[in-house]
């Protein structure tokens, strides 16, 4: 029997938080700032001499960086504001609609920037949610984007008095839904052009090497995740070509080929038609619509290519959330 003074506590509901990694609240260099060190200042992001890093940060990083990446950000925004906040918004929506399960609750953050993991956990359990599945949306694993997601959802639990019991999906590079929602984005895009591609580009998001040493699966994930590519689109005959892009400080330390410098390169080699799609990212961003779309079409065409297409990503695809749907339907 409960007691007639206890309080009022929603409960036996269900949900779902689905994560993006960050961006910026505006283009303005204080907000693009703020962004950068929320992002950098994370172990996990930087995993160097942690001394040596904070005199870099502040006394460079936060004085120079921002500007430049103002006009970056002002060049991909929207009237409804960052692609990336927007489209994950959209997702949380679409699954929401797609779901259409009594006592489950879908809600969206982002690990850097706002909404916070801690807007999302508090909004699911005010709602009465007991159980939550975490859906950190990179399909590879990595220290650097899922590890900080599960680490700053414990963060946040560990203030809580009643803490809900927690589901995170780890990853799912390999799953065969994603594979083939990657596969038919890359069909439909074929269909509609009016040249054949002479290679196809798989551009994932840079590591340092030191990661692989440290027992992070991440470079072997997309490897992986390219192999499976490439089997399902052997019909068609175009070579598929792995590189990694945003790469930052010294060559020797990052992962290899590199974007740019492939983009340089393939002209001389024979290529001069290129598709490239991100099949690291669930949603379109700065690294995606600006330095592969804008700047890498740059590079290539300098060096003599004639025609690029930059596939977008799933975003909000029907593949796309049929994909998420499943995935989170594992483990209501």
Known sequence: MIHKDHPKIPHGRKGILVVNLGTPSGTSWKEIRHFLKEFLSEPRIVDINPILWWLILNFYILIFRPGKISKAYKRIWTKDGSPLRT????????LDKELDMPGIDVEW????GGPSIADGIKSLKDKGCEQITVLPLFPQYSSSTTATVSDEVFRVLMKERWQPQVQIIPRYFDDDDYIKAIVGSL??????????PDTIVLSYHNVPKITLDKGD???CQC?????????QMKPYNIPIETVFQSRLGRKKD?????LDETLKKLPAEGPHKILVVCPGFSADCLETID?????????FRNAGGTEFKLVHCLNTSTSHINLITKLVGKFL
């Open 223 to 231: 490897i992986k995740t390219t192999r499976l590519i490439r089997e």
């Open 187 to 196: 069909e439909r895009e074929i269909e509609r052009l009016e040249w054949t």
């Open 291 to 299: 330095e592969i779309g804008n700047e890498g079409q740059k590079i």
């Open 87 to 94: 489209t994950t918004k959209r997702q949380a929506e679409l």
């Open 254 to 258: 990052w992962f290899d080929p590199a």
């Open 217 to 219: 699966p991440y470079y």
């Open 109 to 112: 953050a982002l690990r850097f």
